[in-house]
């Protein structure tokens, strides 16, 4: 998606992409509820990398109402677009 809207690129757009961008459309522009961090409580971090981009979000499990079950929420979220030297690296290390 992001080389699909990159400035630099111009390629023709198919039906299926853009239908399926309408739909994430509202996810995306959803701000999400950010959580003050409990330093007695355990972190939890999650990471993802693909071929060409790393992410992650740091959260710690909350109930949200009391007496419900605990949910994770979020504290931090990061990601960004590999450079040229990185996308040599296998995604494992």
Excluded at 19 to 39: G, I, S
Excluded at 64 to 71: D, F, I, N
Aim: charge should be positive; glycine fraction near 4%.
């Amino acid at each position: 998606m992001f080389n699909a809207f990159a400035r630099t690129t111009r390629k023709k757009i198919s039906a299926p992409f853009t239908k399926a961008f309408e739909q994430l459309k509202p996810a995306l522009t959803e701000t999400p509820v950010l959580v003050l961090p409990d330093f007695n409580k355990a972190f939890y971090l999650r990471t993802d990398a693909s071929s060409y981009a790393v992410g992650g979000v740091l959260y710690q499990m909350h109930k949200s109402v009391p007496g419900e079950k605990e949910v994770e929420q979020p504290i931090a979220f990061c990601g960004r677009k590999m450079k040229a030297a990185e996308l040599n690296y296998p995604t494992h290390e």
